[in-house]
């Protein structure tokens, strides 16, 4: 499991935050819940031959 955090700055229009809020509003998520998991989403799609840790291969990280 995840020991540590680190912080991820990103730009976006405005308009898609705001809607983007919205939807993880909706679905009692927070931003970060969801950004956490299309990036796990993306590292096991397109992690290649790169060995990853068990956490991540088995879902047992936190989102």
């Known amino acids: 499991m995840e020991n540590r955090t ?3 700055t990103l ?3 405005p308009r898609k935050k705001k809607i983007f809020e919205d939807i993880c509003a909706s679905q009692d ?3 970060s ?3 956490r998991r ?3 989403q993306y590292i096991l799609e397109h992690a290649g031959k ?3 840790p068990e956490w991540l ?3 047992d990280g936190r989102s």
């Open 29 to 31: 998520l927070t931003p």
């Open 11 to 13: 730009l976006i229009d």
């Open 57 to 59: 291969r088995d879902g």
């Open 50 to 52: 790169r060995e990853l």
């Open 38 to 40: 299309l990036i796990r």
């Open 33 to 35: 819940q969801v950004v």
């Open 6 to 8: 680190a912080r991820l």
